[in-house]
């Protein structure tokens, strides 16, 4: 079974970044839903952490299957196997934070935050003529340098370069939201199992960079 709306004709590009944009949405819906469930149940079953290296291994290995398969019925079974793993990672997070003094308002803050960052530039990026092809290549070394430096921070335990990393992901996810939202809509990405993956990976990670920088302020 395939999963990929092709086109060759800008009417064609149109019509097929349509369904694309519509089947991405509901997939997103979905994925989004699993990740809260399993958020959920590691939460009140105050699970652990699993880790950097499960959670590296994990995050890597589901999205490589997801990759492979995407043209095939099973990719979606590993977006919901991603997304419910990343759902299990974040349960122990947020009740760190729901520990902490203010901590439902930080994590209801970042997460209106989030709501509010993706719904604004989904819109922006659907409705403006301008082209945002060119963040592609920034885009690309913007995260592994963010994604290295992150690495870094965590294990040589460095506060400051935690912080500036977190900023740096929440310019880099809003930059991936455009991008990611106005190839769909112009037909650059054909493949909704791929589109989902990077707008929940883009969602997942602002929430958390979010939830990382207001949970700092909240403690000064």
């Known amino acids: 079974m395939s999963v990929n709306v092709l086109s060759s004709n800008p009417v064609s590009q149109r019509l097929a970044g349509s369904a694309v944009l519509r089947n991405t ?3 997103l819906s979905m994925a989004l839903g699993v990740a809260a469930a399993t ?3 590691s939460m009140a079953l105050k699970l652990p952490h699993p880790g950097l ?4 291994v994990g995050y890597f290995g589901l999205l490589y299957l997801t990759s492979r398969f995407r043209n095939q019925g099973l990719g979606l079974v590993f977006v919901f196997a991603l997304t419910g793993f990343m759902g299990y990672t974040l349960g122990p997070l947020l009740n760190t934070y729901l520990a902490m003094p203010g901590g439902p308002q930080t994590v209801m803050t970042a997460f209106a935050g989030t709501a509010l960052v993706f719904v604004g530039l989904s819109a922006y990026a659907a409705t403006t003529r301008k082209d945002f092809s060119f963040l592609s290549g920034m885009l690309f070394v913007g995260i592994l340098v963010a994604f290295v430096a992150g690495l870094a921070a965590l ?4 506060p400051a370069l935690s912080l500036a990393v977190s900023a740096m992901f929440v310019l880099l996810m809003s930059g991936l939201i455009l991008f990611e939202t106005q190839q769909i809509v112009r037909g650059g990405e054909t493949n909704y199992i791929m589109a989902t993956v990077t707008l929940f990976v883009s969602i997942f990670n602002l929430f958390t960079s979010l939830l990382h920088l ?3 302020a909240s403690q000064e």
């Open 214 to 216: 207001l949970g700092f």
């Open 39 to 41: 958020a959920a149940a």
């Open 25 to 27: 949405y509901l997939l």
């Open 155 to 158: 294990l040589f335990e460095l």
């Open 53 to 56: 290296l499960v959670s590296l």
